[in-house]
């Protein structure tokens, strides 16, 4: 009797191993296939719900706060920002230099969180900053 239960013993964790194998490579093989330009999204902030975007003059929304409306642009951001969220459906262009001047800008996705950007905000307008709705088309 004992090598009979030895053997479905044997079978029957053969059986959840074999599972296990085939769930850990599914699970693999799917990981793959998500693209390797999927970024992991900040955490929102503590924002009022307004459609437009809130701005924050230290990281992880900090300091002073500033709402910009949609359809807003802002020329001068004094203090500048340094964490942001965009309650909009549409992109909006950060430039680092007032009145958008030359030098580092980065476009803001639509729903996008940034809890500590790489430029300091000074001044901002709705739309990307590349592409028909960049400097010269949003004036």
């Known amino acids: 009797m004992g090598l009979a239960n030895d053997a479905e013993e044997f079978v029957a964790m053969s059986r959840t191993v074999r599972r296990l194998l085939c769930s850990a490579a599914m699970a693999g093989a799917l990981g793959l296939a998500v693209p390797g330009s999927s970024a992991v999204a900040d955490e929102p902030l503590a924002c009022p719900r307004i459609a437009g975007l809130c701005v924050w ?37 950060l430039h680092e230099a007032a009145r958008f001047g030359d030098g ?36």
């Open 57 to 93: 003059s230290e990281p992880e929304g900090e300091g002073e706060l500033r709402l910009v409306f949609q359809g807003e642009r802002v020329e001068l951001l004094d203090p500048p920002g340094l964490s942001v969220q965009n309650q909009t459906e549409t992109p909006w262009c």
């Open 104 to 139: 580092p800008r980065r476009t803001l996705a639509a729903g996008e969180t940034v809890r500590e950007l790489e430029i300091k905000v000074q001044s901002l307008y709705e739309g990307s900053c590349y592409g028909p709705t960049g400097p010269g088309a949003a004036r």
